[in-house]
T-cell receptor, first 113, second 116 residues
Framework: KNQVEQSPQSLIILEGKNCTLQ??????????LRWYKQDTGRGPVSLTI?????NTKSNGRYTATLDADTKQSSLHITASQLSDSASYIC????????????FGTGTRLKVLA | NAGVTQTPKFQVLKTGQSMTLQCAQD?????MSWYRQDPGMGLRLIHY???????DQGEVPNGYNVSRSTTEDFPLRLLSAAPSQTSVYFC???????????????FGNGTRLTVT
């Protein structure tokens, strides 16, 4: 069964600190992996998209890595800000099947001043 | 540039009532889809469309209907609301409807539905 698992479920850090969120997937065949940020009461917003041939992609203070061999990805947030408080969702796209996008349950990050 | 617009933002229904959740996008995206988001679960696909006149079922289609008469609009109809349909509903769109699906999904800000 295609699955995407994220850890930790929730995380609290102090402003200015770095953190890393994890995503493991069992989706096959694999097309691409995305990270989304979802603020409370809003829809998810795309941060990065990586294909199987890419192993890192950055978007400002957000850096995503992908290891297609071990089927793991991470999202590293550098110098966190209060505005980084949100849920971060890992989404894996399969190249076949009806359900094109498989969503993880997200990591809820809270950044404290 | 409005992106993906969903209405209403909030709705309360009684069991058995019907309603339509509206979704419109102004980006000329071929692919549009509806998801529901429930606590402790990832977003689940209800229905999707790869172009006007073309729709297909997702993971959890029962109790919902869709149609796609124009590129811009993709309404979701609840035929007879049930408490199990209490959820937050998101509409999303993107350019790519065929592999390699590398276009980002653009989401609306959701409709929070409560069925009593």
């Amino acid at each position: 069964k295609n699955q995407v698992e994220q850890s930790p479920q929730s995380l609290i850090i102090l402003e200015g600190k770095n953190c890393t969120l994890q995503c493991n997937y069992t989706v096959s065949p694999f097309s691409n992996l995305r990270w989304y940020k979802q603020d409370t009461g809003r829809g998810p917003v795309s941060l990065t998209i990586m294909t199987f041939s890419e192993n890192t992609k950055s978007n400002g203070r957000y850096t995503a890595t992908l290891d297609a061999d071990t089927k793991q990805s991470s999202l590293h947030i550098t110098a966190s800000q209060l505005s980084d408080s949100a849920s971060y969702i890992c989404v894996v796209s399969a190249t076949s099947g009806t359900y094109k996008y498989i969503f993880g349950t997200g990591t809820r990050l809270k950044v404290l001043a | 540039n409005a992106g993906v617009t969903q209405t209403p933002k909030f709705q309360v229904l009684k069991t058995g009532q019907s309603m339509t959740l509206q979704c419109a996008q102004d980006m000329n995206h071929e692919y549009m889809s509806w998801y529901r988001q429930d606590p402790g679960m990832g977003l689940r696909l209800i229905h999707y469309s790869v172009g006007a006149g073309i729709t297909d079922q997702g993971e959890v289609p029962n109790g919902y209907n869709v149609s796609r008469s124009t590129t811009e609009d993709f309404p979701l109809r609840l035929l007879s609301a049930a408490p199990s349909q209490t959820s937050v509903y998101f509409c999303a769109s993107s350019y790519a409807s065929e592999p390699p699906y590398n276009s980002p999904l653009h989401f609306g800000n959701g409709t929070r539905l409560t069925v009593t």
